[in-house]
């Protein structure tokens, strides 16, 4: 298979609509149907779902998105290193969830920055799923992930920390006077929808939540009424005066990761590494 053929099956698969995926990949809609029919039939298999007005995946077709996003990181991620690595520039690219593991992320530069041969960090901020995509790109040498939400399949990780859940509210809200909460309570606030973060392929997952992009946007639109949210409860300890973070028994305990590459021979990212496992 060829980058084009998977990046054209990406496309499609996302948009589910040759005229758009068309679009987008800035070629005319005849080529890219014939170069997903050809790809077909070299796999000998039905990828896609066709009628007059749908298109859909199929099982298959399932399977070959998730492994061709892989293909196209991997490709994308392997001239990445190699323009870095040419540039002569010995530093670490760290990628880590904005407002996420603040307090431990502080003591790990600390800490690495006390071994031998250490070398300088670039901490990138990301949005929720972000720092899986830049790792796994090559725009991060190593990221900090957060189970259940991200996936360190095919990746190299150490486990840090485990913690529990809290949900952030608005001070003076009702239920910011309880001593904890359950999912329940907050999953059908009407005045409080859960916010909703855009997904892989950019586009926001149905609800009456509002659509967030940034960490700072989100707390904002707490403040203001407008939403609440559930995290990780390291998140909920600096806060503004004007949110309350509240226990939530029932939510699912969130672990957080150091993940790297597993073909990384980099001393660099070893020592990160061992320094996190430490602390």
Same mark, same amino acid.
């Given at each position: 298979?060829?980058?084009?053929?998977?990046?054209y099956f990406v496309a499609v698969?996302?948009?589910?609509?040759? =005229? %758009?995926?068309?679009?987008?990949?800035?070629?005319? &809609?005849?080529?890219?149907? %014939?170069?997903?029919? *050809? +790809?077909? %039939?070299?796999?000998?298999?039905?990828? +896609?779902?066709?009628?007059?007005?749908?298109?859909?995946?199929?099982?298959?077709?399932?399977?070959?998105?998730?492994?061709?996003?892989?293909? +196209?990181?991997?490709?994308?991620?392997?001239?990445?290193?190699?323009?870095?690595?040419?540039?002569?520039?010995?530093?670490?690219?760290?990628?880590?969830?904005?407002?996420?593991?603040?307090?431990?992320?502080?003591?790990?530069?600390?800490?690495?920055?006390?071994?031998?041969?250490?070398?300088?960090?670039?901490?990138?901020?990301? =949005?929720i799923g972000e720092q899986e995509?830049?790792? %796994?790109?090559? #725009?991060?040498?190593?990221?900090?992930?957060?189970?259940?939400?991200?996936?360190?399949?095919?990746?190299?990780?150490?486990?840090?920390?485990?913690?529990? &859940?809290?949900?952030?509210?608005?001070?003076?809200?009702?239920?910011?006077?309880?001593p904890h909460l359950l999912m329940?309570?907050?999953?059908?606030?009407?005045?409080?929808?859960?916010?909703?973060?855009? *997904?892989?392929?950019?586009?926001?997952?149905? =609800?009456?939540?509002?659509?967030?992009?940034?960490?700072?946007?989100?707390?904002?639109?707490?403040?203001?009424?407008?939403?609440?949210?559930?995290?990780?409860?390291?998140?909920?300890?600096? +806060?503004? #005066?004007?949110?309350?973070?509240?226990?939530?028994?029932?939510?699912?305990?969130?672990?957080?990761?150091?993940?790297?590459?597993?073909?990384?021979?980099? #001393?660099?990212?070893?020592?990160?590494?061992?320094?996190?496992?430490?602390?």
């Amino acid at each position: 298979m060829e980058t084009r053929e998977l990046r054209y099956f990406v496309a499609v698969a996302e948009e589910l609509h040759f =005229g %758009r995926a068309a679009q987008r990949l800035g070629i005319a &809609q005849p080529p890219l149907s %014939r170069a997903i029919s *050809q +790809l077909e %039939r070299r796999l000998g298999v039905a990828l +896609l779902e066709r009628t007059s007005r749908t298109v859909g995946l199929t099982d298959a077709g399932h399977v070959l998105l998730r492994e061709a996003r892989a293909a +196209l990181d991997a490709v994308e991620a392997a001239g990445r290193r190699t323009r870095r690595a040419a540039a002569g520039r010995s530093r670490l690219v760290l990628a880590t969830k904005a407002g996420a593991s603040g307090e431990l992320l502080a003591k790990l530069l600390d800490a690495y920055a006390a071994e031998p041969g250490a070398v300088a960090v670039d901490v990138q901020l990301c =949005g929720i799923g972000e720092q899986e995509k830049w790792l %796994r790109d090559g #725009r991060a040498d190593v990221a900090l992930l957060h189970l259940p939400y991200d996936s360190p399949a095919g990746l190299d990780t150490e486990e840090l920390t485990t913690e529990r &859940q809290v949900v952030i509210l608005p001070a003076g809200h009702p239920l910011t006077v309880r001593p904890h909460l359950l999912m329940a309570d907050v999953a059908d606030l009407p005045d409080l929808p859960l916010p909703r973060w855009p *997904q892989r392929d950019g586009r926001y997952p149905p =609800g009456p939540g509002p659509e967030i992009r940034e960490h700072s946007q989100l707390l904002e639109l707490i403040a203001l009424g407008r939403t609440c949210a559930v995290v990780a409860e390291s998140a909920g300890v600096h +806060l503004r #005066r004007d949110l309350v973070a509240v226990p939530l028994l029932d939510a699912p305990t969130i672990t957080t990761l150091i993940a790297w590459p597993p073909h990384s021979h980099s #001393r660099a990212v070893a020592g990160l590494v061992r320094a996190a496992t430490r602390l």
